[in-house]
């Protein structure tokens, strides 16, 4: 964590921690604060949480903080689908997984859909609609790719398989007619 996502942190719960020792349903706008800077921080997982609970929270009561927590809960689900997963152990990234991904974004695009239709005039909202079903597109487009190709290299060693087995047998036949044509012999 660089020093100033950890600053920006800090100040975040220094702002938020008053607000929510007063409230123990601490209030919606200092979570949103709280996330956002969780969100900044690297702290995704932390920050998806504590959105989707200012989502339920906030309701018909605050549509203006509603629009930007569901806009927030998007771009996050977003930078998750993104982010590339690491291998079990080796603590090294392998890629993204598409079914997590494509799971991630259809989220991040109902939370985007969400924000455009609580504020039409929201352009960014609605042009990360598009890039999220753009996304969506290309991931599902690399599957059947990845699945033809498998198909392909499957239908390729059944082929191989094949031809290995008629080669065996001619090998065995000619070795017959070889051991019967020394039988006669003998």
């Known amino acids: 964590m ?3 996502k950890r600053t920006l942190l800090i100040l975040a719960l220094a702002v938020c921690a008053p607000v929510m020792a007063q409230d123990p349903e601490a ?3 200092a979570e949103l604060a709280r996330a956002t800077a969780l969100a900044e921080a690297g702290e995704l997982i932390e920050a998806r949480t504590i959105l989707e609970s200012v989502v339920e929270s906030a309701g018909a009561d605050d549509p203006a903080l509603l629009r930007r ?3 927030n809960l998007g771009a996050i689900q977003l930078k998750q ?6 291998q079990e152990g080796s603590g090294e990234a392998t890629g993204i997984d598409a079914t997590r991904a494509m799971a991630m ?3 991040a695009e109902r939370s985007f859909l969400a924000s455009a239709a609580m504020d039409r005039t929201d352009l960014d909202a609605a042009r990360n609609v598009e890039y999220v079903r753009r996304l969506k597109k290309q991931i599902k487009e690399q599957q059947e790719q990845q699945k033809k190709q498998d198909q392909g290299q499957q239908q390729k060693q059944q082929n191989q398989g094949g031809g290995d087995q008629s080669q065996k047998q001619q090998q065995a036949q000619k070795q017959q007619q070889s051991d019967q044509a020394q039988q006669s012999a003998d």
């Open 105 to 107: 974004l259809t989220d």
């Open 81 to 86: 689908a993104l982010t590339p997963v690491e």
């Open 27 to 29: 209030d919606p706008r």
């Open 69 to 71: 927590a569901e806009y």
């Open 2 to 4: 660089t020093v100033r």
